[in-house]
């Protein structure tokens, strides 16, 4: 072989090496993630050890953020109001998506006209921004005669309702607010859930004689299990990081009764300029974030070997 | 000769050939770029229609009159602490449009970014004693030059139906008993902003604690509105919210009310006799309640003891980051047609509303002064304003926090208080 042939030979491997390695593909990919990702969370978590300010120029380096955090008052009841809000969304979206989803299959199974019209009217929850949401609902609520909802329950003959001036009826309220707008993004995941369960296993345990409550425990929903997990996980991480509806709608009040974590990020870094305080809060949300994400690997990489 | 005439002709053509390079040279250093840096409210963009013209026609006059100037509008988030706080790292960092509209209590501490503007004033025979005395104090640095352009003001007052409330109340405690009296008629109690907003502090906190004399910071700029005396008169502040809840004379839903105009949609109803509001709530009130609303006035805020008197002010000022002449002239040219020369300011509250922060504005013959416009004017002269503090917007929020929680029974004044002082002062 002389040396052109040898030279060409070598292009040809190598163009042929990074023709079918995947690195060329991936570089943009992690370039943006680079940028858009990971550089801010590096920022953040920088931040979070410093007394920084937006009012100042000048900042160091210290840890007094997160002892500020974990020692003043407030910070407890934060975790807990945001941990009922999260576990009450999160368990009644899953229950209303899933019961909805199975309506609208069962619709279909029937023929009945309208389960499109049922499907978008469920959607429509999930498209509406946040604020918007919010201001809906603070209508909805408002705590005169006038209110919707209190003139609704002044028929049976209930006094007003104070739902946003008490803190445990604030709280519930907010909950109730965000499973109405969740239910529908649950909804279609089960729903596309639903559809791709193989029909004879289905008509294989009617055969033999399962109930429709059997059926749905003992084979529909272990059938389902992967979906609803995946579910699960991404409603849990996204109601964590919901703040603009509760903004809207209660601004966090009456007192912190239904602030939430992300809501008290956005209050001590754009309300009280503080973003040391701010970034700390945000490492802890992170980090549940993070945590809530390897649980979500690990049982699904389980469910997945097994 | 012939020979002459051609070499001047060459000449003459060669000079005037230079002459326009020269003028087109100069013409295109001349031009230059402002960077306009505005509220949607105060921009083209302002969905009131007639707000919005005015503005365009202005813009227009000032592009007609300034051809070398490139306006960029630059709009800012409707959310004043986020627009406020870009605009600090805006000018943190050297990248401060040239010409920028700041929230007034926050104005001081742009004041080191900012140009002075005497010799401005002076040009455009504007003088800074008929600005009212708190417009006075915020656009003066301790230098005593000028730093700013100050347009409308507002104040909070008690407003109040004198079908159904023949006196207004002055003190708290008369509050409270007049609030009783009229809901046995089947009024509404007192309502005033007692949730989680701005309101709350400059409607319901601020007035009844600085007419005590309280201070929330010292002259360093560092709270002290939880320490010696000043933590007995907030608590006095908390303790009369709180009585006024308890007793019945107001009702436990103001804690959801973080702003005045949440008290709106209650107003509307008819039902509402007497609440501690803002002055722009009166075209609301006439708009909504028409002819009844002939029967309204307006009064003092009602305070802790018996001859007191206290009111916050605010409203929004114009700086200049701008370093070059010409961009500080152009500027202020514009600001001054569109919202702070005699004749800008007096069109600008006839299309807007609000309160002139110029006195002499009052008296100007094309003023269509709104309902009780000499009163608020009144009052005005002794208003407060926010402190400039940097520490300012934790206490803020700290107090709305305390007091709705006071007012939805959550915790006592004290144990409110307690905690607001520690997260504020565990912050220093």
Known sequence: MNTSNKRSALSLTLTKGIGNSPIPWLIPLSLILLFVFLFPVFEIIRYSFTDASFLETDYSYTISSFVRLFTLPGFYQM?????????????????????????????????????VMVRTAVLTAWAIPGVVIGIIWRIMYTETPSGILNYLISFVGVDIVPFLSDPYMALFAVTLANIWRGTAFSMILLYAGIQTLPKDVMEAAKIDGASAIQR???????????????????ISIDTFN??????????????????????????????????????????VLLTINVGMTIVYLRVLGKRGAA | MKKLAKTITALSGSAILLGACGNAEQAEEESFELNWSTTPSYSTQNPTESQANYIADKVSEFEEDYPQVELNTDLQSTDIDES??????????????????????????????????????????????????????????????????????????????????????TTWDEAIATSLEIQEEGYNGLIFPGGR???????????????????????????????????????????????????GATPQRVSSYGGENDLNEEIAGGDTAMFLGGNWQVSFLRETLGDDFDSWAVAPLPQLEEGQFATSAGGWAWGIF?????????????????????????????????????????EAEDLEAGEFSDTFREYLEDANVRPASQHYNEISNQMQIAVSEVISGGKSPEEALDDAWAVVNEGE
Do not use: C
């Not at chain 1, 966090?252 to 300029?273: C, D, H, K, M």
């Not at chain 2, 007035?207 to 907030?234: C, H, I, R, S």
């Not at chain 2, 600001?335 to 509303?353: C, D, K, Q, S």
């Open chain 1, 79 to 115: 975790l807990i109001v945001t941990l009922i809000f999260v576990t009450a969304s999160v368990f009644f979206q899953m229950f209303f998506g899933f019961l909805i989803a199975l309506l609208i299959d069962k619709g279909q199974k029937l023929n009945l006209k309208g389960t």
């Open chain 1, 216 to 234: 749905l425990l003992k084979v529909m929903l272990p059938m389902l299990a992967p979906i609803i997990l995946i579910n699960l996980i991404i």
């Open chain 1, 242 to 283: 919901t703040f603009d509806m509760v903004m809207a709608l209660t601004g966090g009040g009456p007192g912190q009764s239904t602030e939430v974590i992300a809501l008290s990020i956005y209050n001590s870094i754009f309300r009280e300029f503080n973003l040391g305080h701010g970034a700390a809060t945000a490492v």
């Open chain 2, 84 to 169: 406020m706080t870009r605009l600090l790292e805006q000018a943190n960092t050297d990248r401060a449009p040239d010409v920028a509209a700041i929230d007034g209590y926050f104005f001081p501490r742009f004041m080191d970014y900012l140009q002075p503007l005497d010799d401005l004033f002076d040009e455009y025979e504007i003088d800074i004693d008929d600005y009212l005395p708190f417009v006075q104090d915020v656009l003066t640095g301790d230098d005593g030059q000028i730093y700013g352009l100050y347009m409308n003001t507002d104040t909070r007052v008690l407003f109040y139906d004198t079908d159904v409330v023949e006196e207004p109340p």
């Open chain 2, 197 to 247: 907003g701005e309101g709350t502090a400059v409607t319901t906190l601020w007035p009844l604690f600085w007419a005590q004399e309280g201070e929330l910071v010292d002259e360093d700029g560092n709270p002290t509105f939880g320490e010696g005396d000043n933590y007995d008169k907030m608590l006095n502040v908390l303790q009369a919210v709180n009585e006024a809840v308890e007793s």
């Open chain 2, 322 to 362: 701008a370093e070059e002449e010409e961009k500080q002239e152009a500027a202020f040219d514009l600001i001054n047609r569109l919202f702070v020369g005699e004749e800008g300011m007096t069109e600008w509250t006839n299309v807007h509303g609000g309160l002139p922060s110029r006195t002499s504005i009052y």
